[in-house]
């Protein structure tokens, strides 16, 4: 019997990353993404509903997260999902989701005057960075949908 504990989402971010240094040296990066789903209802009212999710990245991925993201950047995240328990001050047992990353990809630029270097970033177990965009690239508008028909692959 096989099992798959995968968890893929893009949206925005909604914290500024935390990045803290465990005993071991190792890093750890901790910050929260918000996706939205929409839908109109029997009664032809438009509905949104926002889920929001706590994802946690490792080592060199890490310290790329806390260098890149921000509050408000376009991020597209896999990985998988794992649930921690922990006794709070009061007694009562707490339970935390979390996706563990194992790829990040920046998928917006960053705002105007955010400093040189940071164009945009595609981060992972195997590989740290991705090529950049030229500058010359116009801008990709972020209401702009993308249409499955539109992906090359």
Excluded at 29 to 41: K, L
Excluded at 45 to 70: M, N, P, T
């Amino acid at each position: 019997m096989y099992s798959l504990n995968r968890a893929t989402i893009l949206g925005n971010v909604t914290r500024d990353p935390e990045v803290r240094q465990i005993p071991s040296g190792q890093s750890v990066c901790t910050f929260g993404v918000a996706t939205n789903r929409s839908w109109t209802d029997g009664s032809g009212q438009r509905q949104e509903q926002v889920e929001f999710h706590s994802v946690v990245a490792w080592g060199k991925l890490a310290d790329i997260c806390g260098q890149y993201l921000a509050k408000g950047r376009k991020v597209y995240v896999e990985g998988r999902l794992q649930t921690r328990d922990w006794e709070g001050q009061d007694g009562v047992k707490r339970y935390r989701t979390e996706i563990i990353a194992d790829n990040v990809i920046l998928l917006d630029r960053p705002p105007a005057g955010a400093g040189e270097g940071s164009e945009g970033f595609a981060a992972g177990s195997a590989s740290s960075s991705a090529p950049r965009p030229p500058a010359d690239e116009p801008a990709m508008d972020p209401e702009t949908e993308i249409k499955v028909e539109d992906i090359p692959f």
